[in-house]
């Protein structure tokens, strides 16, 4: 197998690793890995340390491992060809799922090495689309605790529950109240499978230490009947606690997360129902440095590909029109960030940039007459246009260059509607961004399909590449995971402690900038994720660039250059010799 990560132990034991994560800086509180470590069986048992059959014959004997493990001894890389065969064998995507997590259990370096050198084929594995399954039946697969749970039964000693946690320096939390899992609902803390996921790709694409990591699931409770009468069910076996009482709650949870980890602790906020998600960004964004993938990273990726398609489209941006199919986190975030950039470019008040985006909501386009009624989030989206109940109505009121989806709702974007698009576009940019899979708007294929093949496509899950009149046309993955592990991570490495709009701006830039001619000529607007190391550490270097202009970086003096920072603190997940 062709390894990304060449093996790069060096003879006197150590690592010399590719990104010199042993000698990244010291305000980057790297726990030396010559740090004692246990031995004998308790080493096999310690996923951190153990390497099962790839330990050396002097390693088995300085760490009392003689007889515990059959002779023979193997690479790094002939554990992974074994490994990929097995999985391989697996039909089940969900099985698939459970044999990495028990791999993640076993041995946490060849859990992130696999990940790393085959991550097309295993991101859709351990994270969207079946990490969505996962959470649906978490309440069966739970075996071992895989981050921290705080639940109402600990009101008043989260601090206190922090501190169980056995790692102490924490870089990054992703938290979620699993309100609202992907575009499954809410699955309560049975959601715990989301911050686990987009954690182990923080380490996977972005190059943070796992046990810099903290996934957390805040139980409130759920409104989900099925699992209230579940008898497997994990959670809390009560409807949600709402209004001050969950405020007081996670306003306990944040000051406790900033007096156990300091200032420039990263939290993000993951896959939280719309309403607490606006105002807990909100509320928290100015004290603490606070991210939202849903809103922020999701507007970040989609902006990214939308810069990157006007290569094939045509135009600039603010010579387009954009309709979105729901107006939630991502929905608003996204258009938000769209008349942004618009404003920055053109210098245009972004009262004005947003009149070229509309939005369409359960009852329809939202315009100024039902601006009384609508949630503060979308008021800004409220044009002047006489009612219109539909999409199809709306396509051809609005006469869109782009449409995009976000309603979390699958199959909306019907044979009718995509034809509406490709009869007034010659390339129409489609984008169906729900998640996982079953929920997308429409499939790769339907959108080809119906445009007669002049579709630019984009999806949040995977979809195949798919054939139209022998043009192979290769779908994007506009999910935010393009940018979280690499956004993240320049905030980390940079010590920064607040997040600004321009950071998102910055990554989306970055991104976009990796995509080539020879992407283009396939129909791609994003490059391909086997290159999404390089791809991360470019976005981290940007959005720390962008931090220091701010003055909001606090790790100074700045790092000449900040992709080779950022390739210099990147965690690899390469074996390290035992002395
Ligand atoms: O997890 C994903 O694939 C993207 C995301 O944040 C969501 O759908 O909520
Ligand atoms: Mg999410």
């Known amino acids: 197998m062709e390894s990304a990560l060449k093996d790069l132990s060096t003879p006197t034991g150590g690592v010399e690793d590719v990104y010199g994560e042993d000698c990244a800086t010291e305000d980057q509180c790297i726990t030396p890995w010559t740090i004692a470590v246990s031995s004998g069986y308790n080493l096999l048992r310690d996923p951190r340390y153990n390497k099962g059959l790839a330990f050396t014959e002097r390693e088995r004997d300085a760490h009392y491992l003689r007889g515990l ?40 370096r060849l859990f992130y090495k696999l990940l790393i050198d ?17 959470c649906q039946k978490y309440g069966s697969l739970f075996k071992r605790p895989q981050g921290l749970y705080i ?44 911050p686990v996921g987009k954690l182990a790709l923080y380490t996977a694409l972005g190059g943070v230490r796992p046990s810099a990591c903290l996934p957390i699931t805040i139980d409130v409770g759920t409104n989900n009947e099925k699992l209230l009468n579940d008898e497997f069910y994990i959670g809390l076996r ?22 156990n980890y300091g200032e420039k602790i990263l939290v993000q906020f993951e896959d939280f129902a719309n309403h607490n998600a606006f105002e807990l960004l909100a509320k928290y964004r100015t004290s603490h440095l606070v991210f939202n993938d849903d809103i922020q990273g999701t507007a970040s990726v989609v902006l990214a590909g939308l810069i990157a398609s006007l290569k094939l489209l045509g135009g600039a941006l603010c010579d387009h029109t954009f309709l979105f199919l729901g107006a939630g986190e991502a929905g608003t975030g996204i258009a938000e960030l769209i008349a942004l950039e618009i404003s920055n470019k053109t210098n245009i008040p972004v009262e ?14 939202i315009v100024s007459g039902r601006k009384e009624t609508l949630q503060a989030f979308k008021k800004p989206w409220a044009h002047e246009h006489e009612p219109v109940n ?46 996982p899979t079953s929920q997308a708007e429409c499939t790769a294929e339907e959108a080809y399909t119906w445009s007669e093949g002049r579709a630019v496509f984009a999806s ?55 995509v080539t001619e020879e992407h283009y000529a396939k129909g791609m607007i994003y490059p391909p994720f086997a290159d999404i190391r390089k791809i991360s550490a470019h976005i981290a270097a940007s959005v720390a660039a962008k931090a220091y202009e701010l003055g909001v970086a606090t790790r100074l003096p700045r790092p000449a250059d900040l992709v080779k920072y950022a390739e210099s603190c990147m965690y690899t997940p390469n074996y390290r010799s035992y002395r």
Not at 352 to 365: A, F, H, Q
Not at 411 to 428: H, I
Request: hydrophobic content about 40%.
């Open 69 to 108: 493990l059959p002779p023979v001894i193997s690479s790094q890389e002939l554990q992974e060809k074994k490994l990929m065969q097995s999985i391989r064998q697996y039909d089940v995507p969900l099985h698939k799922y459970v044999a990495m997590m028990e791999l993640e259990e076993r041995n946490e």
């Open 390 to 435: 539909n999409l199809l109505d709306a396509v051809k009121a609005v006469k869109p260059t782009v449409l995009i989806g976000t309603s979390g709702t699958g199959r909306t974007f019907t044979k009718e509607v995509v034809e509406a698009m490709a009869c007034m576009n010659k390339r129409p940019l489609i984008m169906a961004l729900s998640n």
């Open 460 to 514: 949040g899950s995977p979809f195949p590449s798919f054939e139209y009149d022998g043009k192979l046309n290769i779908p994007g993955q506009a999910n935010n995971c393009y940018i979280f592990p690499g956004f993240g991570f320049g905030l980390v490495m940079s010590g920064t402690i607040r997040v600004h709009d321009d950071m998102l701006l910055a990554a989306s830039e970055a991104l976009a900038a990796q």
């Open 118 to 134: 085959n991550v097309e084929e295993l991101l859709p594995i351990v994270y969207t689309p079946t990490v969505g399954e996962a």
């Open 238 to 259: 009560q409807r949600r606690a709402t209004g001050q009482e969950y405020y007081d709650f996670l306003h306990e949870f944040m000051s406790a997360v900033k007096q």
């Open 151 to 194: 639940s109402l039964n600990e009101k008043g000693r989260i601090l206190e529950v922090l501190k169980n946690w056995p790692e102490k320096s924490i870089q990054v939390i992703v938290v979620t109240d699993g309100e609202r899992i992907l575009g499954l609902g809410d699955l309560g803390c049975q959601g715990m499978g989301i």
């Open 352 to 365: 004005e940039t947003r009149k070229k985006i509309w939005l369409v909501d359960s009852k329809g386009l």
